[in-house]
């Protein structure tokens, strides 16, 4: 899914109508597992000015970057952390690894060959779904607008909730970067 997803899921499923430390712990952790992407990527884009094609080529299935991804994708990992946090009684830590959880069950069924290794410590292995929310070969045309009904029932739910206040200009934003990231291959420009 497109990280703007996973926030407003996280956001709808444990901070709808919480206060603001609780709404900022459930966006972290709605980002964290895809954050070393972006900051690897950017990275190497940005600074080192590696090509696009060598960063997403070869990169990004390069042992390091998996490695990485295996640690910040763990369902293991983050089901632990919020174990920890349930005994502790920690909210923000409740709603920063629920959200995070959240992230890797809806990654799970949507990445078909640039997966992770989410039961990592215990294996390596990636699934390989069949459904993709980004490649057109493996169903993004159907996948993306069904991603963005549910970005939309979230922000409907975050709405709802908090319609007077000024937090719910962030949910448009959000709402609108998912569109903008969706309907192009919606549309087949991924195609």
């Not at 900051?39 to 696009?52: G, N, R």
């Not at 042992?63 to 952390?81: C, M, R």
Request: aromatic letters at 14%; a negative charge; one cysteine or more.
């Amino acid at each position: 899914m497109n990280t703007p997803a996973h926030l407003l899921i996280g956001w709808a499923a444990f901070a709808r109508n919480k206060p603001n430390t609780i709404v900022a712990a459930a966006l972290v952790g709605g980002l964290l597992p895809d954050l070393s992407l972006y900051v690897m990527a950017s990275t190497s884009l940005f600074i080192l000015d590696i090509p696009p094609s060598v960063v997403f080529g070869q990169l990004y299935f390069s042992d390091l970057w998996q490695t990485i991804f295996s640690v910040d994708n763990s369902f293991f990992v983050w089901g632990a952390l919020l174990a920890l946090a349930i005994w502790k009684k920690k909210e923000w830590g409740i709603a920063l690894c629920g959200a995070a959880l959240l992230h890797l069950l809806g990654d799970l069924p949507l990445h078909h060959d640039d997966g992770r290794a989410h039961f990592w410590p215990l294996t390596n292995w990636i699934f390989e779904s069949p459904l993709s929310y980004w490649d057109t070969r493996h169903h993004a045309g159907i996948i993306g607008p069904l991603e963005f009904l549910l970005c939309l029932g979230c922000a409907i739910a975050i709405l709802w909730q908090r319609l007077v206040q000024r937090k719910a200009v962030l949910v448009v934003v959000l709402l609108i970067m998912e569109g903008v990231a969706i309907l192009p291959g919606f549309f087949g420009m991924f195609a």
